[in-house]
């Protein structure tokens, strides 16, 4: 994920130095809620506050991933992409976006990018490519495009001048309004060509208690910690995609959208509180 945390290191040494284990991250508690090993006590701490007070948040997280898969699946075998940036990657499990890409043409090409020194570590370890395509991770923040876009590691793998599927899964709900996440994502989609495409999904308030969707309406404005998430609504999801053509079945809850081939029955849509979509520039 894409959630700054303050580290211990006095100089750009090792991304090792960079970790401070007292501070949760996004990435290694979404590990830990998937049932991963690679977190610190922090990470779970936050996890099981989380879980408390949202107790189908697992439920979710395991949601989310399947419905990656998905969409990537979609992407390589029915639309044809070959090209991937996945920005807020997180560590490395089963059915990484390269691992599906590859599976229908080895020749998929898969940026990765991520903010957390694990993350890095790992990402560097597991995330090997078929001899026939590349991978490559980039270590940066979804809240600053421009080194995403200019990184050299990026136009070494991805041709911008070809289609590219940007994804932004479990992520955008990371970006209060101050940091005006409409004109990033829109910055990040005018940099890539027609026939490119956009895979997100968020958690949203819609189906949550009103008093708890006030309270998030409230964070989402103010943005006073790097590590609120920023629930919206269904409105405000599509906000994302505005010009672009949304892919049948278009918004919907990521535990449903072209879920037809998942164990049933399906979650809820409260139990979830998350919406995804693709859609192509045209």
Known sequence: MTTDAPGTSTGPAHPSDRIDT????PARRYNYLLGGKDNFQADRDSGDAMAAAFPTIRTAALENRR???RTVGYLAREAGVRQFLDIGTGI?????THEVAQAADPQARVV?????PIVLAHARAL???????????ID????????????PDLLRTIDLGQPVALMLVAILHFLPDPDDP???VRRLLDALPPGSYLAASHATYDHLPEQVAQESRVATRTGSSRDVISLRSREEFAGFFAGLELVDPGIASIAQWRA???PQPRPSVVDVSMYGAVARKP
């Open 182 to 184: 409409y004109a990033v």
């Open 67 to 69: 419905f990656l898969k």
């Open 260 to 262: 037809e081939r998942e």
């Open 22 to 25: 007292s501070v949760a991250h």
């Open 112 to 116: 990765y990018v991520d903010n957390d």
């Open 140 to 151: 940066a923040d979804l809240r600053d495009p421009e080194k995403i876009l200019r990184h």
């Open 92 to 96: 490395p499990t089963a059915d990484n």
């Open 127 to 137: 995330l090997t490519s078929s001899p026939e395509g590349a991978t490559a991770y």
